[in-house]
């Protein structure tokens, strides 16, 4: 019922920025966690950076002071604003919202950051 789409991904250099996007459909809803998670190579899925409805927000250290998360409420869509990127950010990234006592998740966009 409810559908989380992100988009925003794709290939850019070392240094430059991407902003990320996840909209979602299927319900109304006012209170809720939403925010990013990263999925690397070889790697575990880690934590990016949460935001809840009243505005808290977490950030991974290894992003931090490059990574921003906002949302528009009235378009129930959330932004990840990626800067100084650098290739250790390379990864499939996605958008979760936990809402009602569960978690739904997007589908992933790939971030891409060459040297």
């Known amino acids: 019922q409810v559908q989380l789409v992100e988009s925003g991904g794709g290939l850019v250099q070392a240094g430059g920025s991407l902003r990320l996007s996840c909209a979602a459909s299927g319900s109304i809803f006012s209170e809720y966690v939403i925010g990013w998670y990263r999925q690397a190579p070889g790697k575990q899925r880690v934590l990016v950076a949460l935001?809840?409805?009243?505005?808290?927000?977490n950030i991974a250290d290894s992003v931090k002071g490059r990574f921003s998360i906002s949302r528009d409420n009235a378009r129930y869509t959330v932004y990840g604003q990626m800067n100084g990127l650098k290739p250790e950010d390379t990864a499939i990234y996605y958008c979760v919202l936990y809402f009602n006592g569960q978690d739904y998740w997007g589908q992933g966009t790939q971030v891409t950051v060459s040297s």
């Open positions: 935001m809840s409805s009243g505005g808290s927000t």
